[in-house]
C-alpha cells in the first residue's frame, strides 16, 4: 500500500525533495498518476507535477522504468540484466541493462536467480528480464553483491551480439550460422548478405527476418578470421565478452609519442644489481629485486631487500587518452595463445620494460628486515635502474642447484646467492604468520604454430617462484602502510574472512570425517591449514583441499580496508604490476601524491573517485578470468573432440543438484555427468557433505572421488564435455544414507554390477529437464 502524504507548498504541490523520498520509499512502484494521488493533487495542478518531474528527469535525478519512476542509482522493481559471470559455485552473476546514476557510478553487480517454474538457465552473456527480490545478501560469499533478481524470462540474443561460424550449404546454396552459443538455434544466410565470409570463418552477424513467417535470418556485419587461424579460438571470449583489444588511433599515437625520460630528479640506482626473474616467455617486465645481508651491526643476521617497479604513472598521465584506455581495460588479458595488453606495446614492452642493460625509471621501496623476517622499516624512492640480468625462473633455480648458464654463472655468486639468503630470512617470517596454504595446481596449455593444443602440463613450483612472489608481497604491503600513514587515500586489495554460511558447510563436511573445526574466537588461516596438515598424507586431501578452496571468498578491489584474510595481512595493496594491472597504477600515483615525489600523483579531492575505480576494476578482473577460463575449455574441448567414445581417468571436481562435474587427471578438462544419466535410482544432493547419494541403492558420488568415465560428447566452441560414469559410486552403510528406509521391501537386485543406462532414456525424480549435453559449464 502507497502512503499518502500532505503537499506543503503552497500551491499545492509537493517539493522535489518529498517527491524524491517517496520514490525512495515505493521502488518500482511510483508512476505519475500514484505521485498525483499520494499527494492528493488533481485538476489544474497535474500541470506543474508534470513540470517538476520532467525538470527531475532532466537533471538526472529520477528516470523511466517500465511507466514507473525511480531513483537514479536505484534497481528498478522489474529490469533487463545482463549475465556477466558465474562463481565457483554456479551463481550467476548480472548487471542492469540501463543504469544511470548521480556520480556515474559503475553498474551495480546483482545475484541472478533461475526462474524455478522453468527448464531453461541462462548462460554468460545472456540478458533476462528479472524481477528485484527483498533479500538479505548481507552474508553472500562475492563482496559487492547486496542484491539479488529472479529471470521472469531469458531474452533473445541481440542482433549485434551473436557469434558463430559460417557453413556454407553446397545442395541448396547460401550458408548458414552455427552459433557459438548451444542454446542460439543455427539460421539461414543468404548469399547477399555473407559479405566476404568464407567457409570456416568466425562471423558476427545481427538478424533479419522475412517473408511471410518472419523466419530469422543472420546478416553478417563482421568478420572475425577464420576458425583454422591459430587466434581463432581467444578471439570468441574477446568478442563475447566484450573485451577491448583494439587501441583506438589516438592512444597509439600517444604511446609513440612517449619518450626515455633523463635522471634529473631522481635517485641514481644504477649501480644496484638488480635483476629480473620473469617466465621465459614473457616480453614485458615489470619488476626488478636484489637483496643483500644488512651490515648494521645492531640488526645481525639482517637483510635490506629492494624491490624496483616500472614507473608507469611517468608515461600514462591522467585524463590522456592512454590513460582512459587503461582504465576501459582495467588490466591485461593472458590467453593461451596471446596478450590483450592493458597498455601499448609501445609502453608495455618497451619504455616501461625494464630491460636488461637499459637505464629505466622506476618506483622502487628498500625495506629492511630483521633476522626473523620481521620488518623493522622502509621506505619508497623515485629512481633510475640499470637492470644487471634478465633471467627465467628456471635459469635462476637451476643455477642455485648448481647449474648455471652463461647469463647465470657470473651472476650466482653477487646476486643469487645473497636473494636467496635474503628469501630464506623473508620465508621465517612468511612462516610465522602462517598464510592460508592451499597449493592447487594450474595446468598449462602448450600450442601448436597452428593454435591447437600440443600437451597439457603442470609446471613445477619451484622455490624462484616463491622468492619472487614473497618479494612482490612485501612491497604491496610497504605500499599500503605509507599511503595509510600519510591518510593517502588508496585501493586496497582486500580478502573477506569466510562468510559464517561457508563455516558451517564446512564444519558439517569436516564431522562427516571425524575432524572438527573451532566455532566462534577469531578466525585464522591457521585453522584451515591445520586441517590440511591432518589430511595431507590420506586419500581425502584433494578434497579437503576443494572443499576449503571453495570455503572462501573473492579477493577484490575496494577502498576500505578490511585486510587479506588469505594472505593473513592487515594492509594489502597492489603496487607491482602497474603494467598490466590499473589498480597498481593508481597505487603508483597515490604514492607520488603522498611523498611529493612529482606533479604526476593523484590530484586533490580523488579519493571520491576511487570506490567506482575499484568496482570497475574488480569487474573487468573477473571478466578477464572468465575469458582465460572459457578459452582454455574451447582449447581443450576441441583437442578431446577426436577421442568421443574414449575412456578417461578423473576426479568428481563439483557436485550439484543437477549432476556431477568430472576433472579429467591428465588434461585437467572439466566435464559433466547428468544426474540422469547416472543410473536407475533417485539421486538426493548433499549439500553440506557434497554428494550425490542414491536414496534406494545408497550409492553415492561424492567430490573428489577418482572414478572412469567416457567421453560422449564434445563441443568445442561451447568448450563443453559430457561424460558417462563407468565407476560404482560408494556404498553407504546400511541406514546411513539420506531417507534411508523410506524404501524397504524394495530389492536392489537391479544394482548390483548394473550397466549404466543410456543418457536419457529414464529420468529420475526431480529432475526434470536438467542434464542436457553440452550445458555442463
Partial sequence: MIRKRRPTMEDGLPSKEEILAFIAENPGKAGKREIARAFNISGG?????????????????IEKSRKRLVKAGELPSVGIYRIVERDRDGDLVGVPIKWESDENAPPPRVLVEPDKKSKAVPGIGDRVLAKLLEKDL?????????????????????????????????????????????????????????????????????????????????????????????????????HALGIPHVFPDSVLMEAERATEPGIMGREDWRDIPLITIDPADAKDHDDAIYAEMDKDPANEGGVIAYVAIADVAYHIRMGTSLDQEAFNRGNSVYFPDRVVPMLPERISNDLCSLKEGRDRPSMAVRMIFDKHGKK??????????????????????????????????????????????GYSVLKEGRDNREPLELDIPERKLLLKPDGTIDRVFIPPRLDAHKLVEEFMIQANVAAAETLEKHKQGLIYRIHDNPSPEKLEGLREFLASMDLSFPKGGNLRPSMFNSILRKTAETEHAPLVSQVILRSQAQAEYHPDNIGHFGLNLHKYAHFTSPIRRYADLV?????????????????????????DIASHISTTERRAMTAERDTKDRLIAAFLSERVGATFHGKISGVTRVGLFVQLSDTGADGFIPASTLGYDYYSFDEANHQLVGEASGETFRLGDTVDVKLVEAAPMAGAL??????????????????????????????????????????????????????GR
Fill in 376 to 421: 623493522l622499516r622502509h621506505s619508497f624512492h623515485r629512481v633510475m635502474i640499470r637492470v644487471a640480468a634478465g633471467i627465467s625462473y628456471n635459469q635462476a633455480q637451476n643455477a642455485i642447484d648448481g647449474q648455471t648458464d652463461e647469463q647465470t654463472g657470473p651472476i650466482l655468486e653477487p646476486i643469487l646467492k645473497p636473494l636467496w639468503q
Fill in 45 to 61: 495542478a497535474r500541470i506543474g507535477l508534470k513540470r517538476i518531474l520532467k525538470e527531475l528527469t532532466e537533471d538526472g535525478h
Fill in 138 to 238: 548481507d552474508h553472500f560469499e562475492m563482496a559487492g553483491i547486496r542484491e539479488a533478481v529472479r529471470v521472469i524470462k531469458i531474452l533473445p540474443k541481440r542482433e549485434d551480439s551473436i557469434l558463430g561460424i559460417y557453413r556454407r550449404d553446397p545442395v541448396h546454396g547460401g550458408g548458414r550460422l552455427v552459433p557459438i552459443d548451444k542454446k542460439t538455434q543455427e539460421m539461414a544466410i543468404d548469399d547477399a548478405a555473407r559479405g566476404e565470409a568464407e567457409e570456416g570463418d568466425l562471423v558476427a552477424v545481427s538478424i533479419t527476418r522475412s517473408g511471410r513467417s518472419k523466419t530469422p535470418r543472420a546478416h553478417v556485419r563482421e568478420i572475425i578470421g577464420p576458425m583454422a587461424s591459430e587466434q581463432a579460438v581467444s578471439m570468441i571470449s574477446i
Fill in 722 to 775: 559430457r561424460f558417462e560414469m563407468l565407476s560404482e559410486g560408494r556404498k553407504h552403510p546400511k541406514g546411513k544414507g539420506p531417507r534411508a528406509g523410506l524404501r524397504e521391501g524394495r530389492t536392489n537386485a537391479g544394482f548390483k554390477g548394473r550397466a549404466r543406462k543410456k543418457p536419457g532414456t529414464v529420468r529420475p525424480r526431480g529432475n526434470k529437464g536438467r542434464g542436457k549435453p553440452g550445458k
Fill in 587 to 611: 597505487v603508483h600515483r597515490a604514492l607520488i601524491a603522498a611523498l611529493k615525489l612529482g606533479n604526476d600523483g593523484l590530484p586533490g579531492g580523488f579519493d571520491s573517485r576511487l570506490g
